[in-house]
Every structure is written in C-alpha cells, then in structure tokens.
C-alpha cells in the first residue's frame, strides 16, 4: 500500500475533526446561514450605528430596543451593551433559525459563539456586530443562552 493512499484519509479526518472542534454544538455550517437576513458587513465602509442594550434588572430579561427598521441594502453596525447581571448574547437570523437553535442551546448550555451574526457579552461589557440586510423581511434576534429568549430576551428586525 502506498504511503499517500494512506495520508489523504488521515488528513481529511484531522479537517473534519478540527472543523467540529472549533463550532462546538455545530456540526460545519450549520445554524449560521446568512442567505435569508444578510451577511457580515465590511467595517471599513459607512454604517448605520444602532445601540442594543441587554437588560435583566428587576428579573426583566430584555433587548432594548426590541424593534428594528433597516432598509434593504442598509449596513448596521450595532454597538452592544450588556447592562445586566449575566451573560448575554444575541444571535441575528431569521425566526426559525434561533428557534432550531435555542433548542441546540439547550442540549449544550455552554455553546459559544464565534460567528459574525452572533456576540456573546459577559456583565458589564461592550462589542459590535457589523452586519448588511440585503433582503426584506422580518428577522429576529434573541439571547440563546437556555431560559433567556422564554424570559423576553428577543426582538424583531423588519427589512423594507
């Protein structure tokens, strides 16, 4: 047997291995599919700044604001702020997606996210995600850490 008829199957086991490793929870481009609400937006062009703040004071598990208007097209940065006493993130995707995800969540409590759509803050802390809508629709973003999106923590984007 040759030695490269060896080395090929040995190599793409390492690649599938790493590519579990590294999206934990994710089996390799699963959960983030940016063809239904947009893509990673380029922080070198124009944004649009909107602030988000995450919320939990008096037990209120909340995104504020809860409501977004975007024009098709439009590039957003948001600049995020985790008020509260926990953890927080916030997942963009469609309704659907979050949902299928925040069941994910659930079986694994301890999935972070290392993706352009998502931003996970500790108490306290600050992050952006630069992001294009290049269709219109209604999109959601939630906090997906287990019991968060029950308690409220969710809102809606609407693209026109």
Known sequence: MK????????AAAVLVAGAALAAPGHKPGEGHSDSAYGQPGNPK?????????MSDAEGKMQFIPNRIEIKTGEQVKFVLRN???????I???TLQENL??????RKNPDMEHDDPNAKRLMPKKTGEIVWKFNKPGTFDFSCLIPGHREAGM???IVVK
């Open 83 to 89: 008020n509260g006493e926990l953890n927080h993130e």
């Open 154 to 156: 969710f809102g809606t």
């Open 91 to 93: 997942v963009l995707a």
């Open 100 to 105: 299928k995800h925040a069941e994910e969540m």
């Open 45 to 53: 062009q124009p944004s649009r700044v909107v602030q988000i703040v």
């Open 3 to 10: 030695l490269s008829s060896l080395l090929v199957p040995a």
